[in-house]
DNA sequence: CGATCGTTTGACGGTGCTCAATCACCGTGG
DNA sequence: CCACGGTGATTGAGCACCGTCAAACGATCG
């Protein structure tokens, strides 16, 4: 618990050399943040007029706490987080990563309290609006709610491929399918789909993945050992993009693409190879 | 295959005896969905003007196919759900059950075809959205757009859950949640949360839980022979919800309340007992 | 350079997956 | 009414993947 944080209130002083709102949190209009989100600038000029607050995170700071009041939906503007839930006896479940342009905080409006806490990976920014303004300003400014309503949307989604993750596969085939999800991501965002800096760390990965944090490494040590990816540390290279994401499509019994054209490091087919367990019968 | 289901388009002939819309589906006004969804009266009067499309659907009939273009988005009146992910093994993964009041088919908003599919698990009615009409309409009609983004927050909310369930416990403890959840859900709607119905099938939770089909079978065994439950088919009597939701609650190693204050039918700390393997190490 | 944390690897034991047989439950047809 | 196939649920046996415990290794920071 070594947060280096500086609280969870909205309303708090936070060290910043942006212009400053009436809450004392640094603010940029409202236009920054439908832009952020790839609204087409239509009424873009006339939303210039609405403040919008902007916080600033270091790494490892949480933005908001699970049981938290809920005081505000965010923006991801640079940088990443976890959401997390903490059970009772202290294990974190991470339920997903989130990058530039997700929401985060979405889920509390149904019950004004958060149900999950974000923290932040790295040095992160977002923008913030508060859970009372959300219905007034989307009424005012369709554009807003518009862009509300396609992240959370997204978000939709992304909550649900934590279970195409966990969906009962052996653990190699896990870590396989969350490389090719991280990989389509960096794609997404216009980045090299092979090149994957990790911002979490093993033991992120191995909540998400619903495994022990020992198996994580291990089964980075196969993949790497399949010549799937190249790993150091948080550094992972994907060599063979096309040939990881059809291990990661594998279910049982032997795969029923050996997919072994031209050159295999080490056959990936032999005893404890891939799809040894595999998938749960349909 | 033997679904019963009148194909998947939005524009179809539907047997009905409510009042038909141009589009040839029954039609209700938006004041019932919005109703429906427990909005307090403000502006109901004002929106019988809107049309809304209703649908009716037999068991096993599906709503919307994966891939299928999103047309429209569903809240459903009667019965219920369960969207569903199908890999291209054929194997389906459960994503969640829904219910009244739930909506369906948002996370194709943004992206204009449908992530999940949706199957219904009894004769079911959901009114429908165009896709299309929800932006305009919910600038029309502030209502349902406060309504739409509750109903959406929930419905990550409960995505969520099955992060819980599938976060590596063991099986029993699994389904002990997935019953602890269901249980909830019932108080929440005023029904007796000891006297559940289950409408799915035991595959339908094994792979909801991301066990095998048959360690369902043998958890409800378990559960039954600590004397948590009573199961009879696809009725179960929760005969003392607090030790059931303690036990939901164990985690690894011997459980750290015996809990047991009187009646314990059989000892449920025993070899085999509650969370030999149960949870992993944070 | 030493302390702390995160990561890797090893050995062992157990849970749950696979396979497969049996049973219970229905709707059909003889 | 009872035989009959079909679907879904239960139970059993065997084996191996992975969770636990533990120690060695490496990285990062003060």
Redesign the interface.
Known sequence: MTESNQATGFNRSVKEDAPRGPEGLASSSLSDLLRLMGADGADLAQTDAYPVAMRRLRAGATLFHEGGEAEAIYFVSVGSFKSI?T???????V?GFLRRGEVLG??????GQH??AAVALEDSRVYGVRVQD??TL??RV?TL??V??????????S??E???V???VAADVRLARFLVQLSERMQACGQSPRRLYLRMSR?DI??YL????ATVSRSFSALAAWGYVQVSNRDVEILDLERLRGFS?S?RGLMDEPARHAAAPRQPVARNGPGSVG????
């Open positions: 839930r059970a009772e006896d202290g294990y974190e479940q339920l979405f889920d509390a409006v149904c019950m149900p999950t959300i219905f989307a009424q369709p709610d518009r509300l309503h396609l992240a959370v949307s997204r978000q939709l989604t909550r649900g934590i279970a195409d966990m969906a009962a033991s191995a909540s619903g495994v022990a944090h499509r279910t998938r749960i019968t349909a």
